[in-house]
Nanobody, 119 residues
Framework: QVQLVESGGGLVQPGGSLRLSCVAS????????MEWYRQAPGKQRDAVAR???????HYVDSVKGRFTISRDNAKNTVYLQMNSLKPEDTAVYFC?????????????WGQGTQVTVSS
């Protein structure tokens, strides 16, 4: 059973930075594309950044230039460096591997990590 554990969230002022981590256990992590998602209260969970097994990255427009996704396959970990944070970035952040054949996700969701951007 694959387990995802996210960490690194917290309360930060607008313009601040956070680095999120997601450790995946029970899988051959290196072969999978990984994504970071976020879910704000009352809203659906949306992907914000993606990194392929080869290291290619993709971002949604709202975070482009501010967020950086990276991975360390030796540590089974994917990261999300978030800079210039805005109040609208407030959400619970999750990671997972997309399943493009079903438009779903490969693994059970972790608990997520709360990011709150507020002065």
């Amino acid at each position: 059973q694959v387990q995802l554990v996210e960490s690194g969230g917290g309360l930060v002022q607008p313009g601040g930075s956070l680095r999120l981590s997601c450790v995946a256990s029970g899988t051959i992590f290196s072969i999978y594309t990984m994504e970071w998602y976020r879910q704000a209260p009352g809203k659906q969970r949306d992907a914000v950044a993606r990194i392929s097994s080869g290291g290619s990255t993709h971002y949604v427009d709202s975070v482009k230039g501010r967020f950086t996704i990276s991975r360390d396959n030796a540590k089974n970990t994917v990261y999300l460096q978030m800079n210039s944070l805005k109040p609208e970035d407030t959400a619970v952040y999750f990671c997972n591997a997309p399943d493009y054949s079903t438009s779903s996700w490969l693994w059970p969701w972790g608990q997520g990590t709360q990011v709150t951007v507020s002065s």
